[in-house]
């Protein structure tokens, strides 16, 4: 019995009875224990309550009972989005030990259509970075090339879903989080339009930017996830009302007849020559299958960093402020309490990434630095939405490489805060905007490294995102990782 499968051929696998969902996770399981050594994808697994589900869905559909449409489908989960029962630690110290007493909306949806969460992933601490190297268990592997990054921060979630791990996975994105593993792990990345997908139960790093977003090896699979995960949620005020939507459903209709922009400032200074010519072999295909290619000038783009790490750190600032030792954190009060020593010993477990950007929050939210720094980076904040805007009026999608670079070697850049944030580049905007982007496998380097191709549609335009997804990734026929 193979584990290389997509989500469609397990479902069609389990519907006609030619496997059943206890051995097709027996068998993950069993994979996951072989190569999590070299790969530490997993902080931790579920494994005797995944076997357990199992069990319990073969049964119902023994016995006729109605089953849930993903039908024990393996999930990994970024562990940064609550679970009941197992432990969400963000990869921090801070929380190591902290078990949450609710599910996320998004894994109570998943748990009720019969998906099996089988355990929690590895990520940059509290989701800050873009390599998984600031993980405080260790960094996650390529497995592409074990000597490298997979992205981050949801690195855990790509390595997972690459490596047969798991068939899906939920990450979070808060500045490509989602989109920069997709790219460096050769599988499929969304992030949606902000208030599509419900965040009660994300823990928070930046409560206007991110989002969750689901992982698979194909795009089908990854609008299977979104059915599940979209939709209204009365736990939390930001999400949409509107009507729910199959967006499995006519996936395979093409872009015959559509604009596409490319935008100019992506493509430039600072683009690997590799990376480069996947972009404009996408761009090539897209015309093939009928599509109309025009360049596309988004001047903004040049002040989205500083504007997005400016907002995302402010945010973040005041989101950890509630690791105080008081409320979240450890128990020092056997070594005597005094209020700022109490505090300060409990913050000395935060990482040094998670320490720079409260440090840059706080300073850019003090008094005379407020107006100076946060104030100018909303108002480039709304800059680039109204360039967004401006471009959909005259094309219906967007499209930029994923990473302007190619995954590099653990530890090559991590003492470079600066050149690890310019890696945001090409995904921010999204963010920034709140439209829904997507990643999607296009080629391997010369030497044998994925490359990403994005490509963004206005909010709540998922559908066709995923029709656009669908028929690039037909013209491609890459391999699956050996591992």
Not at 205 to 228: C, F, H, M, T
Request: contains cysteine; proline residues 4%.
């Amino acid at each position: 019995m193979k584990i290389e499968i997509s989500a469609t051929e397990y479902l069609s696998l389990v519907r006609s009875g030619s496997i059943s969902v206890e051995e097709f996770i027996a068998k993950t399981l069993d994979h996951v224990h072989s190569i999590e050594p070299r790969l530490r994808a997993y902080i931790t697994l579920d494994a005797d309550n995944a076997l357990d589900k199992a069990r319990s869905i073969d049964k119902k559909m023994r016995t006729g009972e109605k089953v849930g449409s993903l039908l024990g489908i393996p999930v990994s989960i970024k562990d940064n989005i609550c679970t009941a029962g197992i432990r969400t630690t963000c990869a921090s110290r801070m929380l190591e030990n902290f078990v949450a007493p609710y599910d996320a909306t998004v894994v109570s949806r998943l748990r009720q259509e019969d998906a099996i969460i089988i355990g929690k992933v590895n990520l940059d601490e509290f989701a800050m970075g873009s390599t998984t190297e600031f993980s405080c268990f260790g960094p996650s592997r390529n497995p592409w090339n074990t000597d490298y990054v997979p992205g981050g921060s949801s690195g855990g979630s790509g390595v997972s879903v690459s490596a047969y791990e798991c068939i899906i996975s939920l990450g979070s994105d808060t500045g490509g989080s989602v989109r920069s593993p997709a790219s460096f792990c050769s599988v499929v990345g969304l992030k949606p339009t902000y208030g599509l997908v419900s965040r009660y139960g994300l823990i928070s790093y930046s409560n206007s930017i991110e989002q969750i977003g689901p992982l698979g090896r194909k795009v089908e699979d990854v609008a299977l996830a979104l059915n599940v995960i979209a939709g209204h949620d009365l736990r939390d005020g930001t999400t949409s009302s509107g009507a729910k939507i199959d967006y499995v459903a006519d996936i395979g209709d093409g872009i015959e007849g559509k604009k596409i922009g490319i935008i100019k400032q992506m493509m430039g200074e600072g683009v690997d020559g590799e990376v480069i010519s996947a972009t404009e072999s996408a761009i090539a295909r897209f015309q093939e299958l009928g599509a109309e290619c025009v360049p596309i000038s988004l001047d903004a783009v040049e002040h989205s960093v500083a504007a997005y790490y400016t907002i995302a750190s402010a945010e973040a600032s005041s989101n950890l402020a509630r690791y105080d030792n008081l409320r979240y954190g450890y128990d020092f009060a056997s070594e005597g309490y005094e209020f700022k020593a109490y505090v300060s010993k409990a913050r000395s477990r935060f990482g040094p990434e998670v320490t720079r950007r409260m440090l840059l929050g706080a300073f850019v939210l003090s008094a005379g630095y407020y107006g100076k720094y946060y104030l100018k980076a909303q108002k480039v904040r709304e800059m680039i939405k109204s360039q967004i805007e401006n471009a959909f009026n005259s094309v219906d999608f967007l499209v930029t490489p994923t990473m302007p670079i190619l995954p590099f070697r653990i530890g090559e850049k991590i003492e470079d805060p600066l050149t690890l944030y310019l890696l945001d580049i090409n995904t921010i905007t999204a963010n920034l905007a709140g439209i829904p982007a997507i990643s999607v496998p296009m080629a391997f380097s010369s030497s044998n490294l994925p490359i990403g191709i994005q490509i963004l549609a206005n909010s709540f335009e998922e559908k066709d995102l995923l029709k656009a997804a669908y028929a690039l990734e037909q013209t491609t026929n890459l391999p699956g990782v050996k591992i």
